[in-house]
């Protein structure tokens, strides 16, 4: 080979590497840190976002909450003050008396963790000892009506305080109507 094939051989390796370096050279890095303050940006959104999404999601159920317990303080308050209302000198229930407590047998049976007493009132006509002994009955059976409707004896109490404990002072039917009861009450 001559000095020309040389010449050739070396511009022809020489050429290509001229060329592959100074084209790689060229090539400029790109900044990350724009980039990487926008994602910071966009995470702290994200999370202001989801932050914001989670006391709204937390009101909602804290708002849901305090409805249940009101909708149940209702329930029980409307249990407790529906009483079972009988006959002068009886303590038979009525159909009256048996709707009410089919009502509370039912609401019992839904809330098996509630216990109750049984407060059985007189007009104040009778003894003393009378009334507390009508009352006592007036309980009773309110106690077993509901215990034939499945609600277990044990957990209802029965207390008499005959004329003890009267609704209405008043000296009339009216009055004593109102005071022979069976009142029950969540314990």
């Given at each position: 080979m001559g000095k020309k094939g040389w010449v050739l051989l070396a511009l022809l390796l020489v050429i290509p590497g001229l060329l592959f370096t100074t084209a790689c050279s060229k090539k400029a890095v790109k900044e990350a840190e724009p980039m990487a303050e926008k994602t910071v940006d966009d995470d702290a959104e994200a999370r202001e976002a989801a932050e914001k999404a989670r006391q709204a999601e937390l009101a909602r159920q804290q708002a849901l909450e305090e409805e249940r317990l009101r909708q149940e303080a209702a329930?029980?308050?409307?249990?407790?003050?529906?009483?079972?209302?009988?006959?002068?000198?009886?303590?038979?229930?009525?159909?009256?008396?048996?709707?009410?407590?089919?009502?509370?047998?039912?609401?019992?049976?839904?809330?098996?963790?509630?216990?109750?007493?049984?407060?059985?009132?007189?007009?104040?006509?009778?003894?003393?000892?009378?009334?507390?002994?009508?009352?006592?009955?007036?309980?009773?059976?309110?106690?077993?009506?509901?215990?034939?409707?499945?609600?277990?004896?044990?957990?209802?109490?029965?207390?008499?305080?005959?004329?003890?404990?009267?609704?209405?002072?008043g000296q009339n039917e009216a009055a004593w109507a109102k005071n022979r009861r069976a009142v029950f009450v969540i314990r």
């Open positions: 329930v029980r308050e409307k249990f407790e003050n529906e009483h079972v209302y009988f006959a002068f000198d009886s303590a038979v229930l009525d159909m009256m008396a048996q709707d009410v407590i089919k009502g509370k047998a039912s609401w019992l049976k839904e809330n098996r963790d509630v216990n109750v007493t049984i407060e059985g009132h007189c007009d104040e006509r009778g003894t003393v000892a009378y009334n507390l002994a009508l009352g006592d009955s007036r309980a009773e059976s309110v106690k077993a009506y509901l215990v034939n409707l499945g609600i277990p004896a044990s957990r209802i109490d029965t207390v008499s305080y005959g004329e003890e404990q009267p609704v209405d002072p």
